[in-house]
Every structure is written in structure tokens, then in C-alpha cells.
């Protein structure tokens, strides 16, 4: 599945590859062999982000994806590494305008993508942007998150969604109808997962908060936006497992 969680992007239900991921991290039935989502890659820690200080000025991102952040300049003429919430490739490889939300602003400004690359076993993209030339000026964009305007959504396929799409979902038990949840978060890992918050009727440990679900056909056969809901048919002691 292709990601565009909450502001951020995303893919399908099933992996397309862990290199087919790149696709906008929308957290779809078309990752990792056979899962839903487009965001299929080995688990790699999102770096934590920056915690404004009371007086930063908010932004305000109803209207813009989040694609990716800047971690780290590559080398010393300018290059960025960028940690990906896009499951779309053609976000950090396909030359063109982008937009960079700075740490202290409120609005995202224009910038031209130059180049980028993918680096498989680091589960991050190397690009260029117009006027960064050098490590300096690559180092105070650090933490710096690169957006698209939301209106900007790439068409998904078939059984593909968007992190977006699938956040707040209910969570039913497909032979009982029992409610079992909702979807609080899309987990990357070799199957996308879902984060179910426990409805306090199914919980029966009362500790557990939540539970990883693998969003696979076989698990996940149904995912019905127009009514809110995913149809899950978890093997016996999956649910358990998270205990």
C-alpha cells in the first residue's frame, strides 16, 4: 500500500520490492510480496523530530504532504540524505520543484530538486537541491522536511491506499463483527503493519493498549473506505502475540 499518512505520504498492500517502495509512504495491499502498503523496507528508525520550543511559530500543513526529511549532508558539495515518508521514488529522483519547510517556518518555500538517488541498505535517498553547494550550507538544512502540496496525491492502484486513508479506520473481526479497534498508525516493516488502539471491549489485558496486525490480503481481505472499516482474519494467536 502507498503512504500518505496524515500529512505524509504513502503506498499500497503488498511489497513491490523494498526498492519499489520509494513509493509515498502512504502507508496499500502491494507491499512486501503481498501487503498493502507501498512502504515495504527492513524497519529503520525515523529519526525523532524536533521538538519546537514554545515560541516557534506553528505551520499550518492542512494543505501539504510531508515527503520526506532531511537527516544529514552527503560528502561535501551540497548533497542531502533525506529519510523517506514517500513511497513514490519519482518524489526524490525525478528533477523538479519542491517545497522545504524549514525548522522555524511556517510555510514551505519553493526549491528545485536537482538530482537523487536511492541507497538501498540505509533505507534513504541522496539528492541535490539548487543552490546547496556545499557541506555548510547542506548542514543548516538539517531537520528540514521536504513537502508537496496535497493536491499533488499520485493515483493509486488497485487495493493500493494512503496512510491517510487507513488512519482512524475501524477494525472488525470479519466471523464475529466484533469491533476490535483503530488504526492509530501504519508500522513499516518486511509486511506493512497496522496499530490498532483496542477498543476497551476487546482488550481482555487490560495493560495492552495496542496490537500489530499485518496488513495482508489474508489477514486484511477487506478495506472499506466508504464505511470506515477493515475486515481482519487474524490466525489463532496472532493477537496474542503482541502481549
Known amino acids: 500500500m502507498k503512504h500518505e499518512e496524515a500529512n505524509k505520504e504513502i503506498g499500497g498492500r503488498g511489497a513491490e520490492g523494498q526498492r519499489g517502495r520509494g513509493a509515498e509512504k502512504q502507508r496499500g495491499k502491494r507491499v512486501g510480496g503481498n501487503s498493502k502498503i507501498k512502504n515495504v523496507q527492513s524497519p529503520v528508525p525515523n529519526p525523532q523530530p524536533l521538538v519546537a ?11 501539504w504532504l510531508e515527503i520526506g526529511k532531511i537527516v544529514s549532508p552527503q560528502g561535501l558539495s551540497g548533497e542531502l540524505r ?8 519519482e518524489r526524490f529522483e525525478v528533477p523538479g520543484k519542491r ?22 541498505n540505509k533505507n534513504l535517498y541522496v539528492i541535490k537541491l539548487a543552490g546547496v553547494e556545499n557541506c555548510d550550507q547542506a548542514d543548516a538544512l538539517r531537520g528540514c522536511k ?7 496525491r499520485p493515483q493509486l492502484g488497485e487495493d493500493e491506499y494512503h496512510v491517510l ?16 479497534g483503530t488504526v492509530v498508525d501504519i508500522i513499516p516493516a518486511g509486511n506493512d503493519l497496522l496499530e490498532v488502539k483496542l477498543h476497551e471491549s476487546f482488550a481482555t489485558d487490560k495493560k495492552q493498549k495496542t496490537v500489530l496486525i499485518p496488513f ?3 489477514i486484511a481481505p477487506v478495506v472499506d473506505l466508504k464505511s470506515n472499516r477493515i475486515e481482519i482474519t487474524p490466525p489463532p494467536g ?6
Open 53 to 63: 520550543s514554545p515560541r516557534s511559530p506553528v505551520p499550518n500543513l492542512d494543505d
Open 82 to 89: 533525506v529519510y523517506p515518508v514517500s513511497d513514490f521514488p
Open 99 to 120: 517545497w522545504l519547510l524549514r525548522l522555524d517556518g511556517t510555510e514551505p518555500q519553493p526549491i528545485e530538486l536537482l538530482t537523487g538517488r536511492y541507497i538501498s
Open 146 to 152: 521536504l513537502m508537496v502540496p496535497a493536491s499533488d
Open 165 to 180: 486513508d487507513l488512519i482512524g479506520l475501524e477494525v472488525f473481526m470479519q466471523a464475529s463483527g466484533e469491533l476490535v
Open 216 to 218: 495482508v490480503e489474508a
Open 238 to 243: 496472532l493477537l496474542e502475540i503482541n502481549n
